[in-house]
């Protein structure tokens, strides 16, 4: 609640009954506006009419409260794997800078997400919206500097295939920090496999070239391949046995913490209204 406005012009519904509308939507996985409705706090109209007020600045607020929270559970001073990910949402509004277009998707939203990664749990840290224009070293970066503002010291960062980059493998290498990065099998990968035991793990040396800001680029990595059920899974990695960076690929996938966004729709905006809920949920239920 605290991360909504304090006061607004033509504010007609408190903070704490947006923030209980807000709460029950995202635990329902219903639309605000249908979920004050049915609570009988207000009509969709003025519900809408107080979304459309509530700025970036509220869930950035949000945010900060959060991984400030989670961070909190993190005991001792410990190295952490840190995942970063990405994850997409599909949109049919209007088309701003927040608006991406996904190959086989379509419009989305865009979002990069961090985490703890441990045996047994995973702990979000963080999730923020991606604008238009920006490159997988910049994602990187973000949550690097998110890290570093909750004081928590990185053991391993895991990436999946869309951080293959010399400039995210440049980054990384710069700030002296372990990785293990998914590999896409270009041409230079696909020709180290041929010809290898696919009752192996193998540890191959692997020079990375390509564009960065600054123009040409090569950097060396290790290729961590091993045969798995869908054929050849390969890693970029760094300061990473191969043992370990296959028990990071198999455990984790290098994806974590997306599966709640990605039950959420984005906002719909074509003439068709969205299906109407076959009976009216509990929403008198206790919040956890």
Known sequence: MSSLPETIMGWRLGRGELATILTRAALLGAHPTRTAEILGTADEDTVSYQLRKVGMNCPQKLNLEISTTAAGLLKGNKEYIIAVDTTEVEYWGKRDMWVHHSPGRGWVHRFVGLSVVGYKRCVPLSLK????????ADLV???????????????????????????????????GILFVIG?????????????????????????????????????????????????????????????????????????????????????NLLPQPPPALASPPNLNTPLP
């Open 129 to 136: 919206p991606v604008p238009f224009g920006v490159f997988p």
């Open 141 to 175: 970066s973000w949550m690097l500097g998110e890290v570093e503002r909750l004081s928590l010291r990185v053991g391993v960062v895991l990436l999946d295939r869309g951080f293959h980059s010399v400039d995210v493998v440049l980054l990384l290498k710069s700030r």
């Open 183 to 267: 590999a896409r099998k270009t041409d230079g990968v696909k020709s180290l496999l041929r010809g290898l035991d696919k009752g192996q793990l193998h540890a191959i040396p692997y020079r990375m070239r390509g564009q960065t800001p600054w123009g040409q680029a090569e950097v060396e990595v290790a290729l961590v391949a091993y045969w798995g059920s869908k054929g050849w899974v390969t890693l970029l990695c760094w300061g990473v046995s191969p043992m370990k960076a296959k028990k990071y690929s198999l455990r984790w996938g290098i994806e974590t913490c997306f599966r709640m966004i990605k039950r959420l729709k984005g906002q």
